[in-house]
């Protein structure tokens, strides 16, 4: 599976854990992905989309029409 939101487009970033001693370790940040379905009305189909927790809430304030539109304008393939 992808660690890419398909809506935010949310990758993993990199950092350090550090320790009570202070010693440093590399470490990444993965975003929170889930692999979400959902119905869309004008493709009379549902869609399965990797999504972000901050993917559904901007699904859920703009409505899924209108962020599927956006993602086809990127020219991706849903």
């Given at each position: ?18 320790s ?59």
């Open positions: 599976m992808s660690t890419r939101c398909q809506v935010t487009g949310a990758v993993p970033s990199f950092g350090r854990s550090v009570h001693s202070n010693r440093r370790s590399p470490r990444r940040f993965d975003p929170n992905i889930q692999s979400k379905r959902f119905f869309v009305p004008s493709l009379g189909r549902t869609v399965r989309l990797q999504v972000s927790a901050k993917g559904l809430r901007t699904i859920d304030r703009h409505g899924i029409e209108a962020v599927v539109a956006r993602i086809r304008a990127r020219g991706e393939k849903i």
